[in-house]
């Protein structure tokens, strides 16, 4: 069985929609030889990414919410900067200070809104830990996760992804499919990169680079060849782009770790 993406069949569909229309679009393109299929998930796979998605919808329903008190609060004159956690420390004194410009009934609709927040936040807490205890009893997560910049997120939604990477060629595959590369605009002997693609899973693509991001915080001061290496791309190419090869290289790693079954071994 093969499953071919939307946005591959589309171009070889008739204008007229309909059922044997569809079939026709998608024997068509299921035949041609370099479409690229999507990987074939198992039911434990599919179950890791409903906890991801899941989490993920929660997550934006909460960002929803701060940033609509934030808005309410600025109608008032009261600013509030946009992080989570000056969310959590700031509102509940902003609820309780009697002296602002707040009228009771807006006090009233703010605190309701902090409450579901409040809600949304434990309901975040427990996703988390749900997928901890899947990271703990799965073993290729664990093999990922050895990988600097890879946490337990990061290495449950690869495996609920893309399993063991068997449908990709190379882990120069897996970071294109990810989007981890140079948008290209050639023409005849003229090649020009642009910045990343930015296709495919939007969400394991964003967790790379949040896992990437700490490793080149963190680069300065350690002296093995991998930090080093990321110390002086960042002096030279700047902090974001040093981030963008940092995450390429690590999802390059982690389909050489899931393909070979070996562990990650930290290069001296």
Not at 21 to 45: D, F, S, Y
Not at 182 to 205: A, C, E, V, Y
Request: charged share 25%.
């Amino acid at each position: 069985m093969k499953i071919v993406s939307p946005q591959y069949v589309k171009p070889f569909a008739r204008r007229r929609k309909n059922d044997g229309n569809g079939a026709e679009a998608i024997c068509t393109a299921a035949r041609q030889p370099h479409i690229p299929l999507v990987p074939k998930k198992t039911i434990e796979q599919q179950d890791i990414q409903a906890l991801h998605r899941a989490r993920q919808r929660i997550v934006n329903h909460r960002t929803a919410v701060v940033s609509q008190i934030r808005g309410l609060l600025l109608d008032r004159g009261l600013a509030m900067p946009k992080s989570i956690t000056c969310a959590r420390r700031l509102i509940p004194d902003i609820l309780t200070d009697f002296s602002n410009e707040l009228t009771p009934m807006a006090r009233e609709a703010i605190h309701e809104l902090y409450d579901l927040f409040r809600d949304l936040d434990r309901h975040i807490t427990s996703f988390d830990k749900k997928i901890e205890r899947v990271f703990r009893e799965s073993e290729p997560c664990q093999r990922v996760a050895r990988i600097e910049g890879v946490g337990s997120k990061i290495a449950t939604a690869i495996i609920a992804a893309v399993g063991n990477g068997a449908e990709f060629k190379s882990g120069r595959h897996l970071a294109a499919w990810v989007g981890l590369v140079p948008r290209q605009f050639s023409s005849g002997d003229r090649t020009l990169l642009m910045g990343i693609s930015k296709r495919g899973n939007q969400h394991l693509r964003s967790l790379l680079v949040h896992g990437a991001r700490a490793v080149v915080r963190a680069c300065v001061n350690k002296a093995d060849s991998l930090n080093q290496w990321v110390n002086q791309l960042r002096e030279r190419r700047g902090f974001n782009r040093a981030t963008v090869a940092v995450a390429n290289k690590n999802a390059r790693i982690i389909w050489a770790v899931l393909r070979t079954g070996e562990p990650y071994r930290v290069a001296a």
